[in-house]
């Protein structure tokens, strides 16, 4: 078993999408680990803000099947691919590390560059993997949380409960 972070994040019915998507993970997967949920603005255009959190996975799948599984999780909750980067999503799952697997795998660029560079990503992950380092840089996500400054990007934790 691989231990696998997922950022998940929401702006269109975010609460009803977040609890279903995690909802639908579950099915596949016998326990998930949840950060806090935090709010954030958009980032890159104008829209409603984000609710996002990192999600915790154990897992044989390889990569490729899990990235697949996940973007039919997705499109079973209305999000089409070939959609703008920056724009208002259904729900949005990305792997953000795969074990300490690193490089293009199958597809997807592991580990994802976005950890470093927002804190609605790097925030929820240090929360629920303080101590683990990051597969590139080797240092812990708390490390890699204190050295950021985060301060033009607004964040901030909300009541989430699941299930």
Do not use: C
């Amino acid at each position: 078993m691989t231990r696998v972070y997922l950022s998940f994040g929401s702006n269109i019915d975010r609460e009803r999408n977040i609890r279903s998507g995690l909802d639908a993970l579950a099915q596949h997967f016998s326990q998930l680990i949840l950060s806090p949920v935090y709010e954030s603005a958009a980032v890159g255009f104008d829209g409603e803000p984000f609710l996002n959190l990192v999600v915790a996975i154990d897992t044989d799948l390889a990569v490729g099947d899990l990235s697949s599984l996940l973007r039919a999780i997705e499109a079973d909750h209305g999000r089409t691919r070939g959609e703008k980067k920056f724009a208002s999503r259904t729900l949005d799952i990305d792997i953000l590390t795969y074990g300490d697997r690193v490089g293009l795998i199958d597809g997807v660029e592991l580990p994802r560059d976005e950890i470093l560079k927002h804190a609605f990503v790097l925030k929820p992950l240090a929360d629920i993997a303080p101590a683990e380092l990051h597969p590139v840089r080797g240092s812990s996500y708390t490390a890699l949380l204190a050295g950021k400054d985060f301060s033009a990007q607004s964040l901030w934790q909300v009541p989430f409960i699941w299930p």
